[in-house]
């Protein structure tokens, strides 16, 4: 290509004839042979000026062939783009605001020129423009929620390493998760105030099998979360409105313990009976209280306590909190939302069932699944 701009005599694009004497070196000029090469390509299909003909014959002087290659594509892509290397070495100021309440991207932006200027001096590293450093800023953090809200940089922050593998559970019992969360619902409580109460849970992961849920006032006591474990090992009464084909039939070896114990069985509904071996708590104070670990202990249960603020360490039991919203809740008058941004007008106003009317609600997941069973 390099000797075809240099020498008329050599063969064109396709589809031209022979050149002529446009491209004669004793009759024209370096800059009209350009010209002439440049209305050549753009005749063919491709728009060219006689400056960029004469920008790629310099290249092929200096480089050869190599030279015409459009080096764009050789270039190494990074996220960063062309960033002034101290600029990006500002990205500990994201680092030190994981742990800061949530601002804006101008925010960021003042802090990273107030610490450009103490590490250089004033107006040494310029910064680039606002659409620039937005775009560098979000490279940064892509990946690791520096630009999350603050509850999100949290449980990153908590979030614990992988395990080199999955914890498995085999038998019933072997792993009970327990915890409390306050329910997405307003109930009235005996004295008429109207409030938000408080679900404990305990969910034996093998089975996915709950007892009986928990609804305290404001906060569960101890004695209310060490008769969860407990329930699990007795067989669970039958309430009303469930179907017949729910009632248990043959006790197996665990009801039969139960029934040595002196647990009734007239009336018991066909629920799995387990005895917890380990219980997995969360650090609430109902938790990690004396009276909770000694009743755990009397039933010989081990307490093992989840790391502090680490969701993640009870995936399973937060996981059927957020069925029984999406489930249950969601459907029962005074719903609250997950969050103020999804709450009613008057969600208040719309409460009109107590605790107890609540447990004994037709859309509690366990008379829904008792429904289900039946119709099978």
């Known amino acids: 290509m390099c000797g075809r701009w240099r020498r008329g005599s050599r063969a064109g694009p396709a589809g031209a004839g022979p050149r002529g004497a446009e491209y004669g070196?004793?009759?024209?000029?370096?800059?009209?042979?350009?010209?002439?090469?440049?209305?050549?390509?753009?005749?063919?299909?491709?728009?060219?000026?006689?400056?960029?003909?004469?920008?790629?014959?310099?290249?092929?002087?200096?480089d050869g062939v190599r030279g015409l290659v459009d080096h764009r594509a050789t270039r190494p892509r990074t996220a960063l783009g062309r960033a002034n290397e101290r600029v990006v070495a500002a990205r500990e100021v994201l680092e030190a605001g994981r742990e800061r309440s949530s601002g804006t991207l101008g925010r960021?932006?003042?802090?990273?020129?107030?610490?450009?200027?103490?590490?250089?001096?004033?107006?040494?590293?310029?910064?680039?423009?606002?659409?620039?450093?937005?775009?560098?800023?979000?490279?940064?953090?892509?990946?690791r929620g520096l630009l999350d809200s603050a509850r999100q940089r949290r449980w990153r922050s908590a979030r614990p390493a992988p395990p080199f593998v999955p914890t498995t559970v085999m038998a019933p019992g072997e792993l009970v998760m327990t915890d409390s969360t306050v329910l997405d619902a307003?109930?009235?409580?005996?004295?008429g105030v109207v409030e938000r109460p408080e679900l404990t849970i305990a969910l034996d992961v093998a089975t996915r099998t709950t007892a009986r849920p928990c609804c305290a006032r404001k906060e569960a006591r101890s004695v209310d979360a060490a008769q969860l474990p407990a329930q699990m090992t007795v067989p669970a009464p039958m309430r009303p409105g469930w179907a017949e084909a729910?009632?248990?039939?043959?006790?197996?070896?665990?009801?039969?313990?139960?029934?040595?114990?002196?647990?009734?069985?007239?009336?018991?509904?066909?629920?799995?009976?387990?005895?917890p071996q380990t219980i997995l708590v969360g650090q609430g104070k109902v938790f990690i209280s004396s009276s909770f670990i000694a009743a755990c202990e009397s039933l010989g249960m081990c307490v093992q306590p989840a790391p502090p603020g680490n969701g993640p360490a009870k995936e399973h039991v937060e996981r059927t909190f957020s069925s029984i919203n999406t489930l249950f809740v969601q459907h029962v008058?005074?719903?609250?939302?997950?969050?103020?941004?999804?709450?009613?007008?008057?969600?208040?106003?719309?409460?009109?069932?107590?605790?107890?009317?609540?447990?004994?609600?037709?859309?509690?997941?366990?008379?829904?699944?008792?429904?289900?069973?039946g119709r099978r």
């Open 246 to 275: 729910l009632a248990m039939e043959t006790p197996g070896g665990a009801v039969r313990a139960a029934a040595e114990r002196g647990c009734p069985l007239e009336g018991a509904a066909a629920r799995p009976v387990i005895t």
């Open 333 to 373: 008058a005074a719903c609250t939302g997950s969050h103020t941004g999804e709450r009613g007008k008057d969600a208040e106003g719309e409460a009109v069932r107590t605790p107890a009317r609540l447990d004994r609600h037709p859309m509690t997941p366990l008379c829904a699944v008792a429904e289900r069973w």
């Open 25 to 62: 070196p004793q009759t024209r000029t370096p800059a009209q042979r350009e010209e002439a090469k440049a209305a050549e390509l753009s005749a063919a299909g491709m728009p060219t000026g006689a400056v960029t003909v004469r920008r790629m014959r310099a290249r092929c002087r200096q």
């Open 108 to 143: 960021l932006r003042v802090h990273t020129e107030r610490l450009l200027a103490e590490q250089y001096g004033q107006g040494v590293v310029p910064l680039p423009s606002s659409a620039t450093f937005n775009r560098l800023a979000h490279a940064l953090a892509d990946g």
């Open 186 to 191: 307003f109930v009235v409580l005996d004295d």
